[in-house]
């Protein structure tokens, strides 16, 4: 079994910034694709960021300028620094891992619980 846990979630005010992590468990020896996404209350999940084993980035283009995602493979670890943070980044982020090996075999997809962020003053 694998398991995202995110953190870092949290309240703050426009234009303040947070950091946020989520930690992959579960006998894993590599993860293809980490990434975010968001939703907000109403709304369908949307990418935030993705980043490939090989450091391959890929941002939605609200986020572009004022969000930074890196990845730590030997930890199986991706960040999501977020500075400028507006109201509307206000939403539920949630952690995703893909094209995961473990040693019990192949997982294609998996997601976190998500941790709420809300941007309000």
């Known amino acids: 079994q694998v398991q995202l846990v995110e953190s870092g979630g949290g309240l703050v005010q426009p234009g303040g910034s947070l950091r946020l992590s989520c930690a992959a468990s579960g006998m894993i020896f590599s993860i293809s694709t980490m990434g975010w996404y968001r939703q907000a209350p109403g709304k369908q999940r949307d990418l935030v960021a993705t ?66 962020v809300t941007v309000s003053s």
């Open 51 to 116: 980043i490939s084993s090989g450091g391959r980035i890929n941002y939605a283009d609200p986020v572009k300028g004022r969000f930074t995602i890196s990845r730590d493979n030997a930890k199986s670890t991706v960040y999501l620094q977020m500075n400028s943070l507006k109201p509307e980044d206000t939403a539920v982020y949630y952690c995703n891992a893909e094209g995961i090996q473990t040693r019990s075999g192949p997982v294609r997809s998996t997601w976190g619980q998500g941790t709420q």
